[in-house]
């Protein structure tokens, strides 16, 4: 079993743990997730490893209660244990001979930005942050951010803390104004990643992208998380989950994303009815 160390709430519907799980926090690196599952019963559910600590043996995640497994998970407290916590999964950031990049993060997505500009600040690369968020309640991470970034800019989409907009405006008036980025790295919804690509493009710095598909085993065996990239067939949670973004098909992965959206919505319902019981 893996016991909850810590558990904070970062906005009404964003939680934070640190779980005790001293294999996965000896090898784990930013870019990479674990699979974890809440109960006994539950199902499986991927989340990117947003912090470790090798000595406490601890893994930090930090995720956003969207449906019935994340409500199960956001609803356990400090000191509760979960049956299933594997990994580390996937492949890591690649940051090697980076020296100025952009992360572009977009909501829970900052979540996964966060460990990746932290690695990135560690290593003497210069770091511009772009976090964006829908309105003021929902910003995480600000003073986070702050520590590893040698710019941060926030935007919420009605103006009500930062700058008004969406991140693709700060980050086409920073490349407008000569800043000379080695990579951008966005993470985020699909939507943002795909118009992050594309105000990237003409500047032509190279964008890496992290792809969330539905992931059952995690391993490269079940084909749930494939994705079409370059025009080949790839797996995010063996071959990713970054990808070079000017190569993802997002309209493809924007389809396979809402393939289960009836499905999810019965089992959110069936979940909120049985918490509103207890
Ligand atoms: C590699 C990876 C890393 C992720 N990291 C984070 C993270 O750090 N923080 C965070 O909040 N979320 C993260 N997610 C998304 C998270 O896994 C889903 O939000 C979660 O599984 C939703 O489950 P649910 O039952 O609560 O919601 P549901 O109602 O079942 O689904 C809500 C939405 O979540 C996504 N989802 C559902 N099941 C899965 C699944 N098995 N695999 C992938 N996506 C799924 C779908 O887009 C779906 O529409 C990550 C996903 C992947 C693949
Ligand atoms: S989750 Fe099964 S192949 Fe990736």
């Known amino acids: 079993m893996y016991r909850i160390v810590r558990k904070k709430i970062l906005n009404p519907s964003v939680v934070m743990m640190d779980i005790e799980a001293p294999y996965v926090a000896k090898k784990a690196q930013a870019g990479q997730f674990i699979i974890l599952r809440a109960d006994e019963d539950g199902e499986r559910i991927p989340l990117t490893v947003a912090g470790y600590n090798r000595e406490e043996g601890t893994v930090k995640i930090i995720f956003q209660t969207v449906g019935a497994s994340t409500m199960k998970l956001g609803a356990l407290n400090e000191g509760d244990s979960i049956p299933d916590f594997a990994g580390p999964l996937g492949r890591a950031t690649e940051t090697e001979g980076l020296k100025k990049v952009a992360v572009v993060g977009g909501g829970v997505g900052c979540a996964i930005a966060l460990p990746i500009a932290e690695k990135l600040h560690e290593e003497g690369c210069e770091v511009h942050s772009i976090i964006g968020f829908r309105n003021r309640d929902l910003l995480i991470l600000e003073d986070e951010f702050k520590v590893c970034s040698n710019k941060l800019v926030i935007v919420t989409d009605d103006g009500s803390?930062?700058?008004?907009?969406?991140?693709?405006?700060?980050?086409?008036?920073?490349?407008?104004?000569?800043?000379?980025?080695?990579?951008?790295?966005?993470?985020?919804?699909?939507?943002?990643?795909?118009?992050?690509v594309e105000t990237a493009r003409p500047y032509n710095i190279p964008t890496v992208v992290s792809m969330n598909p539905i992931m059952i085993d995690g391993t490269g065996m079940c084909g749930g998380c494939r994705l079409t990239v370059g025009g080949k067939t790839k797996f995010a949670c063996v071959d990713g989950p970054e990808f070079d973004g000017y190569l993802v098909d997002f309209d493809e992965a924007m389809q396979r994303g809402s393939m289960y959206h009836e499905h999810e919505a019965k089992e959110r319902e069936k979940a909120c009815n049985l918490f509103r019981q207890n």
Do not use: C, N, Q
């Open 161 to 196: 803390y930062g700058e008004k907009g969406v991140v693709t405006a700060p980050l086409k008036a920073l490349m407008d104004s000569g800043e000379k980025y080695d990579r951008i790295i966005a993470i985020g919804p699909l939507v943002m990643m795909k118009f992050v």
